[in-house]
């Protein structure tokens, strides 16, 4: 049954991102589900604003409609996928991808719930609002319990679909979230490098985006948190921003907003990547005199829906973050903001946990130029670095002690951006890769010439 | 030769150059295999150990083997207490893990309401239950209980009351009828 609810999740993503979407049906699959996770939870959300009841089929039968009315309009096309076997060089990436796999997919199912935070804060919540029919009480008694009420709730929501969906609250089950949200980050950098360039770099920086360890560790090791559906949305994000500025197609310009408004829906720092990626492209669209409504609209819509409802229940509902900031806290804090600087240095460059991820990245803005890009590539190393500032300034202005927050989360908070730095990596790479192959190409083509004309 | 010159027939420098690219992508993924390796493999050596723990057994067994004893006590609970019940736990457990407790109750009898003190003396107003936990030995010798805790006085505040459940970890009375 759980298969057929995350099946139905792709279902919902892929048809609200049906104007938008181009690419095979991996990537359709990927940001189907991450699109479709989003949609659920907001309209569970939006139901219980406009007090509407909660069950399978109201939740289920709208988009059962919507799918039917899409059909009705216009059948699917026969599409005949184009299959190529593996060259030899890509065949490394797919097998120590399928290794990666085979170490941590069994483990994620052996292991029952038991993570501090998913027990704590996001699958619990995904529990009560389940069993409560609404998000309300839960809210009400939210100063009872130790996790933060204010977090956005796509984790917490979608879970409860799930439940809804199940009948029961299945969590072990349910923790299929974190997994499913991996694949969907594997399968969005694929399509990015694919996109961009050819496919024996794709797969191999695939691959490698397999095997970061600290990726693997939160989406398999804590799955049921929400950091990999957080990783996901700010790689879509990015990459789709960069597809934009390369191509200036506005499907992109769209799926880039979207991207950027799931994150802000899934964990606070995701506001902040939010409000980074929509800030540059405001920018972007103001300094080309770009006025198309649709464009500004689109800024102003995805962002909208992704915030103002939940902003409106947090009002509504009164809640409020736990602890109190007192200048004494920030004072102490701002105190340590180098030392939390130089940990966040040290970890990202430690390669048993994020192997060689940050420095490839160091080297790509080294090299990018000399691989043929220009500067609309430092976009994807600036969108990771504002996400990070943004993670040392919840640090630092955070109501909670720095040194325990760096403890229990710093490899959390580089693992979201991980895979934007090998991202970055991989597009200076595969421009580089390409580049060659087609001097190897001209090569080969001038000496048969050559050899004809003999 | 000079017509072929991309087939691997014999190595030359020219051979390298035309094909460096390709090297650099194949030495690029084996530097990176080589360092996720042995991450790798201490993962499949803890899937190995948890298969052999936990294999075999369904996921409520688990989940008993992993969150020993709050899922078990949890069950207790559950079964003896209405949903709306609220509960205040008196735990001989460790500082830090009066918060865990607190969680995993939380999580596992939401939306009883739970109170966890480690404190035989603790109160609560309006609470229609009284849950006397303890911890077991192993967690105790990890994390020492540092609370207060009057076995004497314990027997006097319990002796009244209707007992609803009694296990190992677990003494659970009614406070009200």
């Given at each position: 049954?759980?298969?057929?609810?995350?099946l139905?999740?792709?279902?919902?993503?892929?048809?609200?991102?049906?104007?938008?979407?181009?690419g095979?049906?991996?990537?359709?699959?990927?940001?189907?589900?991450?699109?479709?996770?989003?949609a659920?939870?907001l309209?569970?959300?939006?139901?219980?604003?406009?007090?509407a009841?909660?069950?399978?089929?109201?939740?289920?039968?709208?988009w059962?409609?919507?799918?039917?009315?899409c059909l009705?309009?216009?059948?699917?096309?026969?599409?005949?996928?184009?299959?190529?076997?593996?060259?030899?060089l890509?065949w490394p990436?797919?097998?120590?991808?399928?290794?990666?796999?085979?170490?941590?997919a069994?483990?994620?199912?052996?292991?029952?719930?038991?993570?501090?935070?998913?027990?704590?804060l996001?699958?619990?919540?995904?529990?009560?609002f389940?069993?409560?029919?609404?998000?309300?009480?839960?809210l009400?008694?939210?100063?009872?319990f130790l996790?933060?009420?204010?977090?956005?709730?796509l984790?917490?929501?979608?879970t409860t679909?799930?439940?809804?969906?199940?009948?029961?609250?299945?969590?072990?089950a349910?923790?299929?979230?974190?997994?499913?949200f991996?694949?969907?980050?594997?399968?969005?950098?694929?399509?990015?490098?694919?996109?961009?360039?050819?496919?024996?770099?794709?797969?191999?920086f695939?691959?490698m985006?397999?095997?970061?360890?600290?990726?693997d560790?939160?989406?398999?090791?804590?799955?049921g948190?929400?950091d990999?559906?957080?990783?996901a949305?700010?790689?879509?994000?990015?990459?789709?921003?960069y597809?934009?500025?390369?191509?200036?197609?506005?499907?992109?310009?769209?799926l880039?907003?979207?991207?950027?408004s799931?994150?802000a829906?899934?964990?606070?720092?995701?506001?902040?990547?939010?409000?980074g990626?929509?800030?540059?492209?405001?920018?972007?669209?103001?300094?080309?005199?770009?006025?198309?409504?649709?464009?500004?609209?689109?800024l102003?819509?995805?962002?909208?829906?992704?915030?103002l409802?939940?902003s409106?229940?947090?009002?509504l509902?009164?809640?409020r973050?736990?602890?109190?900031?007192?200048?004494?806290?920030?004072?102490?804090?701002?105190?340590s903001?180098?030392?939390?600087?130089?940990?966040?240095?040290?970890?990202?460059?430690?390669?048993?946990?994020?192997?060689l991820?940050?420095?490839?990245?160091?080297l790509?803005?080294?090299?990018?130029?000399?691989?043929?890009?220009?500067?609309?590539f430092?976009t994807?190393?600036?969108?990771?670095?504002?996400q990070l500032a943004?993670?040392?300034?919840?640090?630092?202005?955070?109501?909670?002690?720095?040194q325990?927050?760096?403890?229990?989360?710093?490899?959390?908070v580089?693992?979201?951006?991980a895979?934007?730095a090998l991202?970055?990596?991989?597009?200076?790479?595969?421009?580089?890769?390409?580049?060659?192959?087609?001097?190897?190409?001209d090569?080969?083509?001038?000496r048969?010439?050559?050899?004809?004309?003999? | 030769?000079?017509?072929?010159p991309?087939?691997?027939?014999?190595?030359s420098?020219?051979?390298?150059?035309?094909?460096?690219?390709?090297i650099?992508?194949?030495?690029?993924f084996?530097?990176?295999?080589?360092?996720a390796?042995?991450?790798?493999?201490?993962?499949f050596?803890?899937l190995?150990q948890?298969?052999?723990?936990?294999?075999?057994?369904?996921?409520?067994?688990?989940?008993?083997?992993?969150?020993?004893?709050a899922?078990?006590?949890?069950?207790?609970?559950?079964?003896a207490?209405?949903?709306?019940?609220?509960l205040?736990?008196?735990?001989?457990t460790?500082p830090?893990?009066?918060?865990?407790?607190?969680?995993?109750?939380?999580?596992?009898?939401?939306p009883?309401?739970i109170?966890?003190?480690?404190?035989?003396?603790?109160?609560?107003?309006?609470c229609?239950?009284?849950?006397?936990?303890?911890?077991s030995?192993q967690?105790?010798?990890?994390e020492?209980?540092a609370?207060?805790?009057?076995?004497?006085?314990l027997?006097?505040r319990l002796a009244g009351?209707?007992?609803?459940?009694?296990?190992?970890?677990?003494?659970?009375?009614?406070?009200r009828?």
């Amino acid at each position: 049954m759980i298969w057929l609810a995350l099946l139905f999740t792709c279902l919902v993503g892929w048809l609200i991102l049906r104007p938008w979407l181009r690419g095979g049906p991996v990537v359709s699959l990927g940001l189907g589900f991450a699109a479709g996770a989003a949609a659920l939870s907001l309209q569970l959300l939006l139901y219980d604003l406009a007090r509407a009841p909660w069950n399978r089929w109201t939740v289920v039968l709208p988009w059962m409609a919507m799918g039917a009315a899409c059909l009705y309009r216009r059948p699917p096309q026969p599409s005949r996928p184009q299959w190529e076997r593996p060259r030899w060089l890509e065949w490394p990436a797919l097998i120590f991808g399928a290794l990666v796999l085979l170490a941590w997919a069994p483990y994620e199912r052996l292991m029952p719930l038991n993570e501090w935070d998913a027990v704590m804060l996001w699958m619990f919540k995904g529990k009560a609002f389940y069993l409560d029919r609404g998000v309300a009480p839960y809210l009400a008694r939210a100063h009872e319990f130790l996790g933060n009420p204010a977090y956005p709730l796509l984790i917490p929501l979608y879970t409860t679909f799930l439940y809804l969906w199940l009948g029961e609250t299945a969590d072990h089950a349910a923790k299929l979230v974190s997994p499913c949200f991996f694949a969907a980050l594997a399968a969005g950098f694929y399509y990015f490098l694919r996109r961009w360039g050819s496919r024996p770099v794709a797969l191999a920086f695939t691959a490698m985006l397999m095997g970061l360890y600290m990726v693997d560790f939160v989406a398999f090791h804590y799955a049921g948190y929400a950091d990999t559906a957080l990783t996901a949305a700010v790689l879509l994000g990015a990459g789709f921003l960069y597809s934009w500025l390369r191509e200036g197609d506005y499907r992109d310009f769209a799926l880039a907003v979207l991207s950027a408004s799931i994150a802000a829906w899934t964990k606070n720092e995701g506001l902040f990547f939010l409000a980074g990626l929509g800030g540059f492209a405001a920018a972007r669209l103001l300094c080309q005199r770009t006025w198309s409504w649709r464009y500004w609209t689109t800024l102003a819509a995805l962002p909208g829906l992704a915030v103002l409802p939940w902003s409106l229940a947090r009002s509504l509902y009164g809640v409020r973050r736990p602890g109190q900031l007192s200048a004494e806290i920030v004072q102490t804090n701002l105190a340590s903001y180098w030392p939390t600087l130089k940990a966040l240095v040290e970890h990202a460059f430690a390669p048993p946990v994020f192997q060689l991820a940050f420095p490839f990245a160091l080297l790509a803005v080294i090299l990018y130029r000399r691989a043929g890009l220009d500067w609309r590539f430092l976009t994807l190393p600036a969108l990771m670095v504002w996400q990070l500032a943004g993670a040392t300034l919840v640090y630092v202005t955070g109501p909670v002690n720095l040194q325990w927050m760096i403890g229990s989360s710093l490899d959390r908070v580089l693992s979201q951006v991980a895979p934007l730095a090998l991202l970055a990596a991989g597009a200076v790479f595969t421009s580089y890769y390409d580049r060659e192959e087609k001097r190897l190409a001209d090569q080969v083509t001038a000496r048969r010439s050559l050899r004809r004309r003999r | 030769m000079q017509g072929r010159p991309f087939q691997l027939q014999s190595f030359s420098p020219d051979l390298l150059r035309a094909y460096r690219h390709r090297i650099l992508l194949l030495a690029l993924f084996g530097l990176w295999a080589l360092v996720a390796w042995p991450p790798l493999e201490r993962q499949f050596s803890a899937l190995g150990q948890w298969r052999q723990r936990l294999a075999g057994r369904t996921i409520e067994e688990r989940a008993a083997v992993l969150d020993y004893p709050a899922y078990l006590v949890a069950g207790q609970v559950r079964q003896a207490t209405p949903a709306g019940a609220c509960l205040l736990f008196l735990g001989y457990t460790g500082p830090e893990h009066v918060n865990y407790y607190k969680t995993r109750f939380d999580y596992y009898l939401y939306p009883r309401r739970i109170l966890v003190h480690a404190n035989s003396s603790a109160s609560a107003e309006g609470c229609g239950y009284l849950a006397v936990f303890r911890d077991s030995p192993q967690n105790l010798q990890v994390e020492p209980f540092a609370g207060v805790w009057n076995e004497e006085q314990l027997g006097q505040r319990l002796a009244g009351l209707e007992k609803v459940h009694a296990g190992p970890h677990l003494e659970l009375y009614r406070l009200r009828p």
